[in-house]
Nanobody, 126 residues
Framework: QVQLVESGGSLVQAGDSLRLSCVAS????????MAWFRQGPGKERVFVAA????????LYAESVEGRFTISRDSGRKTVYLQMNTLKPEDTAVYYCAAARGGGSYISQFPGEYESWGQGTHVTVSS
């Protein structure tokens, strides 16, 4: 497994941008699909975005499509989530997750990810 540490969460205003980072430690970062999930107050943890280790393809939740961008830097063992045009409903704890890659398949299900970070808080005020 890899160990994951998120950072970058903050209090921002609606319409602002924010970039989250997730640094992985351990070997073989390049074999892991990486994803971001979020959990709002009183809500379940839901999928936000993921990026494949196999071919760099990405997948997004409909609610963030066109506003958020996931990327990865293998040299820095880091995955990023660039969040633009933030909305109050984006307020949540954001978690980074890792799953051993399965070819071109990218999972949206938390149960299929084996490693998780501690989360970073994002609050968007209206």
């Amino acid at each position: 497994q890899v160990q994951l540490v998120e950072s970058g969460g903050s209090l921002v205003q609606a319409g602002d941008s924010l970039r989250l980072s997730c640094v992985a430690s351990g070997r073989s970062f390049n074999i892991y699909n990486m994803a971001w999930f979020r959990q709002g107050p009183g809500k379940e943890r839901v999928f936000v975005a993921a990026i494949s280790a196999f071919n760099g393809d990405s997948l997004y939740a409909e609610s963030v499509e066109g506003r958020f961008t996931i990327s990865r830097d293998s040299g820095r063992k880091t995955v990023y989530l660039q969040m633009n045009t933030l909305k109050p409903e984006d307020t949540a704890v954001y978690y980074c997750a890792a799953a051993r890659g399965g070819g071109s398949y990218i999972s949206q299900f938390p149960g299929e990810y084996e490693s998780w970070g501690q989360g970073t808080h994002v609050t968007v005020s209206s």
